[in-house]
């Protein structure tokens, strides 16, 4: 198996045109956009890494957006060919007119893949601890594969605490608590701020996902925890698992900021 290293020098970035093939809502200020590169290549990617969307203001200054990738494909049987990712609106946004006026067969600029939020391959822990808020769950949904073999060849256990305010803003909610259904290893526990679903869930929570933490005992010795989304809640959770003992290399942050 390859090391971090290994991986990520054969994820060399590049310049590549991306078209567009479909989008739909995940919520009401999320779309799900699914594009394929322009040129006919695959886009080799390891998963929990990001593409930058390059474009220009109004006044022709060039300007890019990071997005997380959200597809998911197998890497034993080679590279796939959709890109996915979610995409936020912000009101008065630049890179929000861009995509809510992106037709299908429309092409953007784009280049990647960057970033080194992704399972390790030399990991020995138990469990993964996977938290996030908003879009910054779209790692997670890239990860499942990977997630599923761990599971199966290293008897890991996985749980995804999600943040969302609403039940209407949780991103991709149906994909996770059907692929915990088929994974006993795996749980899904979303975190509603502001209002619960009419028929909750056994793990579904009312509150922020910092307040649930201690009820899964985070372990110095056997967990890892990757943290992903708006800044405060990964500061906060990020004090708590140092609170709790885990070393800060055993705790992966990666913060989401929205830029209009």
């Given amino acids: 198996m390859a090391t971090p290293a290994t991986q990520r020098s054969r994820h060399v970035p590049v310049h590549f045109p991306l078209k567009l093939v479909s989008r739909r809502m995940l919520a009401p200020t999320v779309g799900h956009y699914t594009f394929v590169r322009d040129d006919g290549q695959p886009l080799d990617f390891i998963p929990g890494q990001f593409i930058q969307v390059h474009f220009r203001y109004a006044d022709g200054t060039p300007t890019k957006r990071s997005y997380s990738l959200a597809t998911i494909h197998d890497h034993a049987l080679g590279p796939g060919e959709a890109v996915e990712i979610a995409v936020s609106y912000v009101p008065g946004g630049a890179a929000t007119a861009l995509f809510e006026g992106l037709k299908e067969g429309d092409a953007i600029e784009a280049s990647g893949p960057y970033g080194r939020f992704c399972l390790m391959p030399g990991d020995a822990n138990r469990r993964y601890l ?112 140092k609170g709790c003992g885990l070393p800060v290399p055993h705790i992966r942050r990666e913060k989401y900021v929205s830029s209009k």
Avoid at 190 to 206: E, G, I, K, T, V
């Fill in 130 to 241: 996977l938290i996030a808020t908003g879009t910054g769950v779209t790692p997670y949904r890239s990860m499942l594969p990977q997630l599923e073999t761990l599971m199966r060849e290293r008897g890991v256990e996985v749980v995804l605490l999600f943040g969302a305010r609403t039940p209407a803003e949780l991103l991709y909610g149906g994909e996770f608590r059907a692929f915990a259904e088929r994974h006993p290893q795996f749980r899904f526990v979303p975190c509603f701020s502001r209002q619960m679903p009419d028929a909750p869930h056994p793990d579904d929570r009312h509150g922020y996902v910092q307040q649930f933490l201690a009820e899964f005992a985070p372990d110095a010795a056997g967990d890892i925890a990757y943290l992903c989304g708006n800044p405060n809640m990964v500061d906060a959770c990020f004090e708590a698992l």
